[in-house]
């Protein structure tokens, strides 16, 4: 057995450090403040306050720590404290120790450490205590007269009694014990119902300055981070895939299953059963038996289907089952029990006896059988289908597979559908008369399973499934089934970048002619338009359009839907939206008439992307949301959802909705979604921590994404509307984390590859962003500071600048969007064009150009390209000696800035704003006041100035608390100041008043 590897950094414990570190903060400041932190076992509490123990000590803090120690009841009395008192002779001597106490005091230590003499046995023992308990309180009082104090007490769930009577009294005295925190640590999962620890938490819990903390497992974003730093690479997929579903976020498991650095093992470390079953092994025999019949149900299983498995009555089952739900191995629920851990189940699993387990699933299998209502509403098949196999009983495995299969196919649970298919062409051999037993031939199960699998993105296996069943299909007597067949095998090829994949749709297109107008020609031509190397291009256009018609003739809404919203996502003519939708719309009734739930999914992504595109950046959230809530009833495919969630989250990042949409994406990502949607999340992911300032995590979401969106080395991702739709905001992503960590070589040198690999043009949407971020990297390359970095890298900024203009040149700019990055890139190119002209003139021509971009996202409610441009812009005033310019640009900036926590750029406009001794808060009697003739501000701040901006485009106080992510009550606030300094009564004539005296004239919208 290989040894354990730890990540070298602590990982998704950021808000936890934050909480300790501001506790600490109250102490400092005169308060009284403890910290309980419960959780289970190896969940992270030892590592979360051993970070914090190392960054207090690195600040001076004096740390004192110990632990309680497993001894059952009768353990050392005072074992962590003693491990203080030991520490700090260590330190101070024991002449030093007892020194910090008045006369002969320390004696009382004596009962803790020898080294403080013999205890004074003679006295009452009562009495004794409360002596040793005021010295203890006294040591610390002086200790922290010299410098702060944390206190550590780990474990107390197996703290001795007089342990917890010390712990009490320190905690309650804490009021007179100034600069002390002091933190414990304990077990949650080990409090049964009379654990002495139990009434003290609860007692502590209610005085003021005790906070409790429950440390949970770590969300799958920060459980993939874990195996990533732990192997010190990316894993692989289904590494982590596989490592989540078994660990469930617990680091420990997740340290214990990666043992070796290598794939996990299957089996369970000895080390880790041995912890997991140490509880389970101490319980009676009869809850033992129960809960190893449990565990052959899986990680839950319902009381009725459980008494019926062990044959025990109601009352005698909880009987036997209570102690395992005290001893905290099993949770109840309503109507049955769930293990605490995916691992204890699979622990008392591995250890049933083969012929154990043959005889439980047989049981199982046989009681769903009989009553299908013992399992969860629509499960019946699937879960027989499970117990079957396990069973080794390969007809009713198969038969009951075949059933299971339909179910899946029905809630569109694609994975699991194939998965059952699989195990259906597995056994076929084994069952001499399978296809009369399931009413269904080897081609047919071989049809689905194709079909799944592409539903599933299993690529390669549906090539394969789909390969078979060709040669067993009659292409001159079923042209309509091969051409299907075909366009599976077509479609997953062309997915692939494989060159056979066009050969397989045309020869498709062959079998179902025009001549004979079908619904399968429809589906043949929208594969092949969605596979075209110039997805906008005629003839996707045309193709689109014929399949539209025949559709519409063979009435058929599935496949009109489709067509209509790949129409939609045709790109319009600039400007164009209202035609997409327009389609959607129809799109819309023909899914909601047809009552087709997929394709109304369909519909909600492809409109939330186009609204997205355009800029309606709250409706696109809104749709892609509500799709969500109207799917989960009916079931909704992982990729699916997992689409929709991204397309909830961009919005919510366009809009500054920074905290939103990572909950969005962290929730969407623990549901372990196929790889490309995953990519798609990850890099998402990895724009919030980047713009917040966290770059390693940034850098590694950009890792993660990278390695989910190119998984295969054998698939092109060159080509094709959807590969680009991903690597293309990549690629930028990529650009700007190499950018924000100062390595500007390799900044321009990524937007450069991307720009070589892709066809850019053809994909404005997403080209037009990295655009502006490659010319961002560009700009900087020729500044000042590069010229460390050598001339080479100004040469190639300078040779990519080039290509990149060339290319913008022939870019579309289609709606308002693509319009605000246009500007911005126009503005970004000619930065550095100024070298002819100089000095004021200069800074004019850019401060238009800012001006304009600033313009262009303010309109859109997009605060962070906002607030980038109107920095821009006050340099640029700046070099045209305009400073009321460049303050008033700069302060809205820094409050945008402030309000989405984008903290890299408020530095840099803190750093400009310093720079031009600029103020970045108006404070009252400046010299605003004195120049408003030249601009008339009245003394409004940057914020107010924004809300007297849309107070005067009309709009409502919720308007514009949603406008600046502001509460209607900030709002309102605002509005009375801004009628105050105005001088008015009323909106309107704020807004009179705004207009009349110019005061939006200096602003970027003017
Ligand atoms: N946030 C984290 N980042 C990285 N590694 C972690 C994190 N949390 C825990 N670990 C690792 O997981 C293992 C278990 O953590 P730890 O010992 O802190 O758990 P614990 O909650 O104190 O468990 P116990 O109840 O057994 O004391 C350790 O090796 C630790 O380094
Ligand atoms: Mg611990």
């Not at 999962?189 to 949970?216: K, N, Q």
């Not at 605490?340 to 622990?347: Q, W």
């Not at 075909?486 to 002619?513: F, I, K, N």
């Not at 698939?715 to 190499?738: C, K, N, W, Y």
Request: proline share 5%; hydrophobic share 45%; aromatic share 4%.
């Amino acid at each position: 057995m290989g040894a354990r590897v730890s990540s070298p950094v602590v990982v998704g414990r950021a808000e936890y450090l934050a909480a300790l570190v501001a506790a600490q903060a109250r102490t400092r400041a005169g308060e009284p403040s403890a910290v309980l932190i419960g959780g289970e076992a190896g969940v992270g509490k030892s590592r979360l306050v051993g970070e914090f123990r190392a960054r207090a000590a690195g600040a001076g803090v004096r740390v004192l720590a110990g632990a309680c120690l497993d001894l059952g009841v009768e353990g050392l009395p005072f074992a962590p404290f003693a491990a203080v008192l030991r520490d700090l002779v260590r330190d101070l001597g024991a002449d030093g120790v007892a020194g910090l106490l008045p006369g002969q005091a320390s004696r009382e230590f004596a009962r803790l450490l020898p080294e403080f003499g013999v205890a004074d046995w003679a006295t009452d023992a009562g009495l004794a205590r409360a002596r040793l308990f005021e010295q203890v309180l006294t040591l610390l009082e002086r200790l922290a007269d010299e410098r702060p104090v944390v206190l550590i007490i780990e474990d107390a769930h197996w703290a001795d009694r007089s342990t917890l009577d010390l712990l009490a009294f320190l905690v309650n005295s804490q009021q007179v014990l100034d600069r002390v925190l002091i933190i414990v640590t304990y077990r949650s999962d080990e409090l049964h119902r009379a654990h002495p620890l139990r009434p003290l938490l609860a007692e502590l819990g209610r005085l003021g300055w005790v906070e409790r903390v429950e440390l949970p497992r770590l969300a799958r974003l920060h459980a993939d981070e874990l195996v990533a730093r732990i192997l010190g690479r990316e894993p692989e997929l289904s590494l982590a895939d596989e490592v989540y579903r078994r660990a469930e976020g617990n680091p420990l498991f997740v340290e214990e299953l990666l043992r070796d650095g290598g794939g996990p093992a299957s089996v369970l470390p000895d080390s880790l059963r041995d912890l997991l079953l140490a509880t389970v092994r101490r319980l009676p025999e009869e809850t033992q038996e129960a809960l190893r019949a449990a565990s052959a149900a899986g990680p839950g299983v319902a009381h009725p289907l459980l008494a019926a498995v062990t044959g025990l009555d109601d009352d005698p089952l909880a009987r036997a089952l209570r102690p395992a739900v005290a001893a905290n191995v099993l949770t109840a629920a309503t109507d049955g029990y769930a293990f605490r851990h995916a691992l204890i189940r699979e622990a008392i699993y591995d250890d049933l006896l083969p012929g154990e387990r043959i005889r439980l699933h047989t049981r199982f299998a046989e009681a769903l059988g009989a009553d299908p209502g013992l399992a969860a509403p629509g499960q019946a098949a699937a879960e027989q289908a499970h117990h079957w196999y396990h069973a080794h009983d390969t007809t009713c495995a198969l038969i009951s597979a075949w059933h299971a299969a339909a179910d899946a196919r029905r809630v569109l649970a694609s994975a699991e559908q194939l998965t059952l298919l699989a195990r259906v062409l597995e056994l076929w051999d084994q069952v001499p008369d399978a296809a009369q037993r399931i009413g269904a031939s080897h081609l047919a199960v071989l049809e689905q399973a194709a079909e799944a699998a592409e539903a599933a993105e299993e690529n390669e296996r549906g090539i394969a499934y789909a390969a078979v069943a060709l040669r067993e299909v009659d292409a001159r007597t079923e042209p309509e089934r091969a051409a299907r067949l075909l366009q599976t095998r077509g479609h997953l090829g062309c997915h692939l970048g494989r060159d056979d994949g066009y050969a397989d749709l045309r020869a498709a297109l062959e079998l179902v002619p025009a001549e004979r107008a079908s619904a399968a020609r429809a589906q043949v031509l929208l594969t092949l338009a969605g596979h075209l190397p110039d997805p906008h291009g005629q003839e996707a256009r045309a193709a689109t359009e014929e399949a539209l018609a025949l559709a519409q003739r063979a009435a058929d809404p599935t496949t009109r839907v489709t067509a209509l919203c790949k129409l939609a996502t045709i790109e319009p003519a600039p400007g164009d939206d209202t035609y997409a939708l327009e389609l959607l719309a129809l799109a819309r009734t023909a899914a909601e008439q047809a009552g087709e739930y997929r394709s109304l999914l369909d519909v909600a992504v492809t409109e939330s992307h186009v609204l997205e595109g355009i800029g309606r950046h709250e409706e696109a959230a809104r749709v892609a949301q509500a799709a969500i809530a109207r799917a989960r009833d009916h079931g909704i495919p992982r990729a699916t959802g997992a689409i929709l969630a991204a397309n909830i989250a961009e919005p919510l990042i366009s809009l500054g909705r920074w905290d939103e949409a990572t909950e969005v994406l962290e929730h969407a990502l623990a549901l372990s979604p196929p790889p490309e949607s995953r990519g798609a999340l990850q890099m998402l992911a990895g724009i919030v921590p980047l713009r917040r300032g966290d770059l390693d995590r940034a850098a590694r979401l950009a890792a993660a994404a990278r390695s989910s969106l190119n998984r295969d080395p054998s698939i092109s991702h060159d080509r094709g509307m959807m590969a680009l739709q991903f690597q293309l905001p990549l690629a930028r992503l990529e650009t700007e984390v190499r950018l924000a960590e100062g390595r500007q070589t390799d900044a321009v040198a990524v937007a450069a590859a991307a720009a070589d690999r892709f066809d850019l043009a053809s994909h404005p949407r997403y080209s037009w962003p990295l655009l502006t971020t490659a010319a961002r990297a560009c700009a900087g390359a020729s500044q000042p500071i590069a010229a460390a970095q050598g001339w080479a890298l100004a040469d190639q900024a300078r040779e990519l600048l080039g290509r990149l203009r060339t290319l913008a040149g022939k870019m579309h700019a289609s709606g308002p969007v693509e319009r605000a990055s246009q500007l911005t890139f126009t503005a970004e190119t000619e930065r550095d064009e100024g070298l002819g002209l100089t000095g004021p003139t200069a800074g004019r021509a850019a401060l238009a150009n800012w001006d304009g971009a600033a313009a262009a996202w303010g309109s859109l409610s997009q605060p962070y390209p906002l607030a980038i441009a109107l920095l821009r812009a006050a340099e640029a005033a700046l070099t045209a000696g305009d400073r009321d310019g460049a303050t008033l640009r700069l302060r809205r900036a820094a409050g945008l800035a402030d309000t989405i926590g984008a903290r890299p750029l408020r530095d840099e406009i803190s750093a400009l704003a310093h720079n031009a001794r600029i103020a970045l808060t108006a404070r009252n009697g400046d010299n605003r006041r004195r120049d408003s003739s030249d601009h008339g501000h009245r003394g409004l701040t940057a914020r107010e100035f924004e809300v007297l901006r849309l107070v005067a485009a009309g709009q409502s106080n919720p308007e514009i608390a949603a406008k600046l992510f502001i509460s209607t009550k900030t709002a309102s606030v605002h509005v009375s100041n801004i009628l105050a300094k105005l001088g008015v009564t009323s909106r309107g004539e704020a807004a009179a008043t705004a207009y009349r005296q110019r005061l939006f004239d200096p602003a970027p919208e003017a």
